[in-house]
């Protein structure tokens, strides 16, 4: 079974910065075409914050934007995301996702972990 496990998250102070990991593991992993992090706070619905292909396509979203940095190391199936100028509103729990080819002739799956807590103070 194909495992995604988040670290890295904490509290930080307004304008500080983290650097959340993801690991996959598990299973037989063929290839992950996506990994990408996504975030839900306390009374809202969860959101993309940003993800990145294989091949080193990326998408942000607005709000993080020229702050945040979503890379991957495809050898050891991780994706980091490095968050910086924090700012109360980037209070969150983190899930990371993976679009995972379990062998060269299956489907995609979509995996996620369990979360990762961000907790930024004014």
């Known amino acids: 079974q194909v495992q995604l496990v988040e670290s890295g998250g904490g509290l930080v102070q307004s304008g500080g910065s983290l650097r959340l990991s993801c690991a996959a593991s598990?299973?037989?992993?063929?290839?992950?075409?996506?990994m990408g992090w996504f975030r839900q706070a306390p009374g809202k619905e969860r959101e993309l914050v940003a993800t990145a292909t294989d091949g080193g396509s990326t998408i942000y979203a607005d709000f993080v934007k020229g702050r945040f940095t979503i890379s991957r190391d495809n050898a050891k199936k991780t994706a980091y995301l490095q968050m910086k100028s924090l700012k109360p509103e980037d209070t969150a729990l983190y899930y990371c996702?993976?679009?995972?080819?379990?062998?060269?002739?299956?489907?995609?799956?979509?995996?996620w972990g369990q979360g990762t807590q961000v907790t930024v103070s004014s």
């Open positions: 996702m993976g679009v995972v080819v379990l062998t060269p002739s299956s489907n995609e799956y979509h995996y």
């Open positions: 598990g299973g037989t992993i063929f290839k992950i075409n996506t």
